[in-house]
């Protein structure tokens, strides 16, 4: 039997309160009922979670107006981001304030460190960029998808990156995976072993990404993740 230790209290002739000790006793297979509706209950709580992730998961047909919607999304091209990049290595790990600026072709990407440790500037023309370190020191890149790995010490490619905000698939990758979300936006992505979630969309004409990870398949221990708090089109 489980027994459960009380107190009643009676009333007594002079307004007094006397309190009795009493145990309440309880069936041992009534605390056997309890504990079996408490463990279906989790069971059945995982399996809706799964089976909503599953469902997430299953938008892998082109919706109808995918052409047209990668189309408008190409035509932006003069933007800005302002926003959080976190970054995640095997060794190291930190976040930046990020400033970046896209002109069609030409860009600037401003990453500031926390705590008044100086910021990067890449200034990117075309094909090439030129990088600027806080100590002032300047180097010249001539491929710009090496600008992240000399700054960061990741190989993210810029021009990637530079798709995956708007909402595109990357260009320049192959694709592996793709998936949309019921909005018939780009939701899930694999190009060229580059897994690209997007998690968040906000906007007023137009959703665009807020919130987005990334991670590769022959580096586990690569986290990165993208928060972007303002989005400025120049239409």
């Known amino acids: 039997m489980f027994s459960l230790n009380a107190v009643i209290t009676i009333p007594t002739q002079n307004s007094e309160h006397v309190s009795l000790p009493t145990k309440i006793i309880m069936p041992r297979h009534f605390l056997y009922y309890l504990v079996i509706n408490f463990v279906c209950l989790i069971l059945v709580s995982c399996a809706t979670v799964k089976e909503q992730a599953i469902e997430k998961e299953q938008v892998i047909t082109e919706p109808a107006g995918w052409i047209a919607e990668q189309h408008k999304r190409q035509q932006i091209k003069i933007w800005e981001i302002r926003g959080r990049l976190g970054v995640q290595t095997e060794t190291n790990g930190g976040s930046?304030?990020?400033i970046w600026k896209q002109s069609d072709e030409d860009f600037s990407i401003r990453l500031i460190a926390p705590l008044g440790a100086g910021s990067h500037l890449i200034q990117g023309y075309g094909h090439f960029a030129e990088i600027s370190f806080p100590d002032g020191q300047k180097k010249i890149v001539n491929n710009i998808d090496d600008v992240f790995s000399s700054v960061l010490e990741i190989e993210l490619?810029?021009?990637?990156?530079?798709?995956?905000?708007?909402?595109?698939?990357?260009?320049?990758?192959?694709i592996e995976n793709i998936s949309w979300n019921d909005q018939g936006l780009l939701d899930r992505i694999k190009q060229s072993g580059w897994n690209v979630e997007m998690k968040k969309y906000m906007g007023n004409t137009i959703l665009l990404p807020h919130v987005i990870y990334l991670n590769r398949d022959n580096n586990a221990e690569l986290d990165v993740r993208l928060v972007l708090r303002q989005w400025l089109v120049d239409n």
């Open 157 to 174: 490619p810029v021009n990637a990156v530079k798709d995956w905000v708007r909402g595109l698939p990357a260009k320049s990758l192959s």
């Open 96 to 98: 930046l304030d990020i």
